[in-house]
């Protein structure tokens, strides 16, 4: 498996990238086929429904990045991490905690995202 603080960050540097090519790309590399994601305010499934969600909230939420907070987990084929939103130079509008569980073959299957509060 994976290194769940590798996973994480590699996870994050998908939401973080501004280019779409780069994200397809990254999505391709590091997701199954028909991955899904689901979590209180949006959701996707495969490769194409997970960018345009991406895709969406970045253009909701332009100026701003996820960085990673504590440290990641894992047991078995899932990692949990935490996570909060902020804008550049600004403090976080958002934390959340996301479950990922793996394929068999180490990519992203599922993810399951839960806030840890109201968006600011």
């Not at 939420?61 to 550049?88: C, E, I, K, N, Q």
């Not at 399951?112 to 509060?117: M, P």
């Given at each position: 498996?994976?290194?769940?603080?590798?996973?994480?960050?590699?996870?994050?540097?998908?939401?973080?990238?501004?280019?779409?090519?780069?994200?397809?790309?990254?999505?391709?590399?590091?997701?199954?086929?028909?991955?899904?994601?689901?979590?209180?305010?949006?959701?996707?499934?495969?490769?194409?429904?997970?960018?345009?969600?991406?895709?969406?909230?970045?253009?909701?939420?332009?100026?701003?990045?996820?960085?990673?907070?504590?440290?990641?987990?894992?047991?078995?084929?899932?990692?949990?991490?935490?996570?909060?939103?902020?804008?550049?130079?600004?403090?976080?509008?958002?934390?959340?905690?996301?479950?990922?569980?793996?394929?068999?073959?180490?990519?992203i299957a599922e993810v399951?995202?839960?806030?840890?509060?109201p968006v600011a």
């Open positions: 498996m994976t290194d769940p603080d590798t996973l994480a960050r590699g996870y994050l540097a998908l939401w973080n990238d501004p280019d779409a090519t780069s994200r397809s790309r990254r999505l391709s590399d590091g997701w199954a086929e028909d991955a899904r994601y689901v979590d209180p305010m949006m959701a996707g499934e495969g490769h194409a429904g997970i960018a345009a969600m991406i895709a969406s909230a970045r253009a909701q939420y332009p100026g701003h990045a996820f960085t990673l907070r504590g440290a990641p987990d894992a047991h078995g084929r899932f990692v949990r991490f935490s996570w909060v939103m902020a804008p550049d130079h600004g403090g976080p509008i958002v934390s959340g905690t996301d479950i990922v569980r793996l394929s068999t073959d180490g990519r399951i995202g839960f806030l840890d509060g």
